[in-house]
């Protein structure tokens, strides 16, 4: 019988996506961290590093409250997205601009991670999911934290430093 391809599918396979950024952007992260040349930036993207983590253990207690087991699904979108930040890091390598670059290329991460979290959120809420709800809530927060501390490390000197050449 083929499946009715609810809300509450839709909520798993969207979980299924977000975890596969998750731990992609995971692995992406320390590299980031390595290549950038504020030592602010470098902090930041460290600091997301360990937040990350336990972004990754949220959600397999989501997992868990819809009785799933915890399993990633390819995201072509943070492929791509990650993809990009990787063609900054050779292509800007030494040069004044990269960490505006690494910058901007980690913000295209969080407003993804903003955007599928606000979902899963609201989905959750609607699928009476309580638990999912409170820890997809901690998720969304973090990502727009790290969002708007990236947007003062820009304003406060990385873009500057990138124009002066
Ligand atoms: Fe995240
Ligand atoms: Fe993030």
Known sequence: MASEKTLRDLFHDTLKDIYFA???ILGALPKMAKAAQSEELRAAFEKHEAETEDQVERLEQVF??????????????????????????KGYKGKPALD?????????????EISRYGTLKTWANELGLSEAVK???????????????????????????????
């Open 64 to 89: 868990k409250e819809i009785n799933q087991p915890a399993r990633g699904k390819t995201c072509e979108a943070i492929v791509g997205i990650i993809d990009e930040g990787q063609e900054i890091m």
């Open 22 to 24: 998750e731990k992609k």
């Open 135 to 165: 820890l997809l809530d901690k998720t969304l927060a973090e990502e727009k934290k790290t969002d708007e501390a990236l947007t003062k490390l820009a304003e406060t000197g990385v873009n500057q430093h990138a124009e002066a050449a």
């Open 100 to 112: 505006a670059g690494l910058l901007a290329a980690a913000q295209a991460v969080e407003h993804y």
